[in-house]
């Protein structure tokens, strides 16, 4: 096992649905630490940077819209294999698939909507982290 770093974003689903403080529960009962947590309100221009990956898929516009329609929390979480630790506390993207007691299998409201993203790698999630947080902002344990 090595000590990891992921980006976990609540989406603005659960957030307005006030769902934070049971995600962040889950997050800390399956042995994660959120090192830095953040409220904010992302803008067209954000969203679009951070997924650009996606920006040719078809999904693209309404990824962005659905991301700017409200309030996210963005976090760093730390802990052993976070990376993979945090997707499996996630559970499949879609919730229909997602397994019982995972984020997505209880809070999900689609596909779309489906209240958390995780990064998928370690090149991911440094690049993740490092779009929103500072050094600075990042309290390691």
């Given at each position: 096992m090595s000590i990891e770093k992921t980006l976990s974003i609540i989406k603005p689903d659960a957030t307005s649905r006030n769902l934070t403080g049971q995600?962040?529960?889950i997050i800390e009962k399956s042995g994660l630490?959120?090192?830095a947590q953040k409220r904010i309100k992302l803008t067209?221009?954000?969203a679009s940077?951070?997924?650009e990956v996606h920006k040719n898929r078809p999904f693209f516009q309404?990824?962005?819209s659905f991301m700017i329609s409200g309030p996210v929390v963005v976090q760093v979480l730390q802990g052993d294999d976070a990376i993979a630790l945090y997707r499996q506390v996630m559970g499949a993207t879609n919730p229909e698939?997602?397994?019982a007691g995972t984020i997505r299998k209880q809070f999900a409201l689609s596909i779309e909507?489906?209240?958390v993203h995780g990064s998928d790698s370690t090149d991911n999630a440094n690049k993740?982290?490092?779009f929103f947080f500072a050094e600075t902002e990042l309290y390691e344990s």
């Open positions: 995600i962040n529960s630490k959120i090192i067209k221009d954000i940077r951070f997924y309404d990824l962005v698939e997602a397994e909507a489906n209240s993740e982290i490092s």
